[in-house]
């Protein structure tokens, strides 16, 4: 009998698995795929990550703890992974896991992005600069902002590998005595009673009583497995998994492409130094991007983070997803990069697809099985949550082996109102303000 059975083992199953393990909790890790898979939404090579957090002010100290812990992260893969050889289909080994590349949000004063950012700013007192249009050209000469855009600039920004990460989290569990399994699907998963430890029954407990606790049994094709708890962080199969039983949060699969350009010759210095950012199309939109990383000189990541020219389909299960990208696809993305970016405007190097899981609030879900409360559903993290996976492992450590966790998650309660409404529910708010202005709310955000 394990202490927990975690189910997935993408960014959040990962670091929930290590940190688990780190604690001292006996722990088995089921995942469907190999190690480090493009199956589902921890891939693409790299992840933003930010602390003047324009979704809500709350996220600030989570991505504060989080850079905490992958400053330890990458310390650690320096230290012993960085020269082993790579896993096969891995991205290649790299300096440092996390670069501090500094980040720029980009809009209109009244924009979504720029509006939400100067709020967290204001709330948390964070150092941060705001440059005009002629600013940033002189400072940064491959964005080409409108005379009425601005961008708000801070340092503690950067962007993760998001590969190596996982990878890292991975070995970290194994150190610390984490049992793995790949390839193993999970098939089901229902309650079951255990036999209590006599050590748990109190002063007077009596060995011979045979004291009984409510556990879990999960089914592969390979065996059955116990456990006296279960984090289900499974991504976008969540919706097939466990949608029906929490109807009151609707749950969206989205498909989302990213695009790899080479830049101009003469601008690769320029594309090479700059920060990652989020452009807000004020209205329909946002895009996003990186600079190169340093061992692909000149290729330059960049996506649309929501699209408002176009219906986002949910997709129904993420067999569905469909891998090739339409011209009509990369026609939408050049459009754009040849006003904001002309200098990577050339040759589709590659591209990629992945997918969100996106709530109606487009907040995380992390909080017990409404029904059963040794089961700990984690995310999904509607398209902004591989930033946060180092806190949220800790955070499942604290909650599974305490019942409770320092952090404040309540953004990401399950907890609903008399009315059937979700405690956390800032919905018809956001609308109401979003259509005040005119603009579309956009459900997913980076």
């Known amino acids: 009998v394990y202490d ?23 722990v088995l890790g089921l995942e469907q795929f190999k190690p480090v898979h493009k199956h589902g939404s921890s891939h693409g090579r790299t992840r933003i990550y930010r602390q003047a957090y324009y979704e809500d002010p709350k996220y600030v100290p989570l991505l504060q703890r989080s850079l905490e812990l992958f400053r330890k992260l990458d310390d650690y893969y320096v230290s012993e992974l960085r020269g082993i050889p ?10 440092r896991l996390l670069e501090m590349s500094g980040a720029v949000m980009v809009g209109t004063p009244d924009s979504e992005v ?124 969540a919706p097939s998994i466990y949608g029906d039983q929490i109807p009151h949060v609707p749950l969206f699969i989205e498909r989302r492409v990213l695009f790899w350009f080479q830049c101009d010759e003469d601008k690769i210095g320029d594309f090479n130094t700059m920060p990652v950012y989020i452009w807000d199309l004020n209205g329909p939109g946002n895009f996003y991007g990186f600079p190169a990383e340093p061992t692909l000189p000149g290729q330059i ?18 067999d569905q997803v469909v891998r090739t990208v339409a011209v009509e696809e990369i026609t939408a993305i050049r459009n754009i990069i040849s006003k904001k970016f002309p200098g990577m405007n050339n040759k589709l190097l590659r591209t990629e697809t992945c997918m969100y899981t996106s709530t109606d609030d487009n907040h995380f879900v992390l909080d017990f099985h409404p029904r059963h409360k040794n089961v700990l559903l984690v995310s999904p993290c509607s398209g902004h949550g591989f930033k946060f996976i180092s806190v949220v492992g800790e955070i499942v450590s604290e909650l599974i082996g305490k019942g409770q966790t320092r952090h404040d998650i309540s953004l990401f309660s399950l907890a609903t109102n008399k009315d059937g409404s979700l405690v956390r529910d ?4 956001k609308k109401a303000v979003l259509q005040a202005k005119g603009k579309p709310a956009q459900r997913s955000k980076l």
């Open 4 to 26: 927990c059975i975690v189910v997935g083992i993408g960014g959040h199953g990962s670091a929930s698995l290590a940190y688990l393990a780190q604690s001292g909790q006996k």
């Open 301 to 318: 990541k960049v996506a649309f983070h929501f699209r408002g020219d176009a219906p986002v389909n949910s997709i129904e299960h993420p």
């Open 114 to 237: 720029v509006s939400g950012v100067l709020r967290s700013i204001k709330e948390h007192a964070m150092p941060h600069k705001v440059y005009n249009a002629a600013q940033m050209r002189e400072l940064y000469p491959t964005f080409h902002l409108s005379e009425d855009e601005v961008a708000v600039h801070e340092d503690s920004a950067g962007y993760l590998m998001a590969e190596l990460c996982v990878e890292s989290y991975i070995a970290l569990a194994r150190k610390h005595g984490a049992e793995l399994h790949f390839e193993e699907p999970m098939l089901d998963w229902k309650p079951c009673m255990l036999p209590v430890a006599a050590d748990h029954r109190g002063v007077n407990g009596d060995s011979a009583t045979h004291e009984e606790e409510e556990g879990v049994e999960v089914r592969t094709a390979r065996g059955v497995y116990r456990a006296k708890k279960l984090v289900l962080s499974v991504g976008a199969w």
């Open 86 to 95: 790579d896993h096969e289909g891995g991205i290649g080994r790299l300096d």
């Open 426 to 429: 800032k919905k018809k708010e």
